[in-house]
C-alpha cells in the first residue's frame, strides 16, 4: 500500500470506527480495532481492548436514545488520522449537542489509539453528575 493509500485507508477506518460506535454496533466496531486498543475521552474516562469498548458502547446504548453522528471533516497522514464532528444524543429527556475533535492512531489498519476532546459538562449534568 502507497502512501496515499494509506493516508485514506487511515481517514475511511477512524469514520468507519465513529460511525459504528454511535449506532451501537459493537461488531463492525471492534472488527476495527487493535485488541490493545486505549480510548480517551479527555478529562473523563479512559477505556482499554475490545471488551472496553464494547462495554462503553452498551452504556451508551442504556442511558442514550436519539444517537446521531454528523461528521464535518476527517483528515489523514499516514497511520494517523482526525476527525471532526457533531454528535447528537438525549439523555435523560436533555437533547445534548457536542462538539467533538477525535484523533486516531493505526497499527497494521486497526485502530489502536483513539482520543475524544469534548465538553462534557452538559452530559455529566443530563447523567446526573
Known sequence: MDQD????????????????????DVAAATAL????LV???EGVQ??????????LIEFNEEVSTDVRVEIHRVLS????????RTTFLTIGGNAIELGVGSFFTL?????????????????????GH
Open 77 to 84: 497522514s499516514g497511520d494517523t488520522a482526525a476527525v471532526s
Open 5 to 24: 493509500e494509506r493516508q485514506r485507508a487511515s481517514g475511511e477506518v477512524a469514520r468507519e470506527l465513529v460511525e459504528a460506535t454511535f449506532r451501537g
Open 33 to 36: 480495532c487493535a485488541p490493545d
Open 46 to 55: 479512559e477505556v482499554r481492548g475490545l471488551d472496553g469498548l464494547a462495554q
Open 39 to 41: 480510548l480517551r475521552i
Open 107 to 127: 497499527r497494521d489498519g486497526l485502530v489502536c489509539e483513539w482520543s475524544d476532546y469534548q465538553d462534557m459538562g452538559e452530559v455529566t449534568r443530563a447523567l
